[in-house]
């Protein structure tokens, strides 16, 4: 079982930058893929960006060019750098992961931080 725990959130004015970090303990073997995940009041979760163990990347059309995912196996810590912030960008965001390469199934969810960006 792999826990998850997300810090960084806050509140930012638009065209700011926001690092969301996310801790990974509990399970010996990783995840095959992390990411991040966000979701607005009144609208579905959706996907911002996904790492895979090879360091494969993928973003949400919506934040390409202004977010980066990274991690850092020897802190079990995903990260999330945003930047150019826009209000359309404020949601409680949440760290994932998927015991698959192909993301077929979610397994683990952090508690979610919130962005607010004004």
């Known amino acids: 079982h792999v826990q998850l725990v997300e810090s960084g959130g806050g509140s930012v004015q638009a065209g700011g930058p926001l690092r969301l970090s996310c801790v990974a303990s509990?399970?010996?073997?990783?995840?095959?893929?992390m990411g991040w995940f966000r979701q607005a009041p009144g609208k579905e979760r959706e996907g911002v960006a996904a790492?895979?163990?090879?360091?494969?990347?993928s973003y949400a059309d919506s934040v390409k060019g202004r977010v980066t995912i990274s991690q850092d196996n020897a802190k079990n810590t995903l990260y999330l750098q945003m930047n150019s912030l826009k209000p359309e960008d404020t949601a409680t965001y949440y760290c994932?992961?998927?015991?698959?390469?192909?993301?077929?199934?979610?397994?683990?969810w952090g508690q979610g931080t919130q962005v607010t960006v004004s």
């Open positions: 790492i895979d163990s090879d360091g494969s990347t």
């Open positions: 994932a992961a998927s015991s698959y390469s192909d993301w077929r199934t979610t397994d683990y």
């Open positions: 509990g399970s010996t073997v990783g995840p095959s893929c």
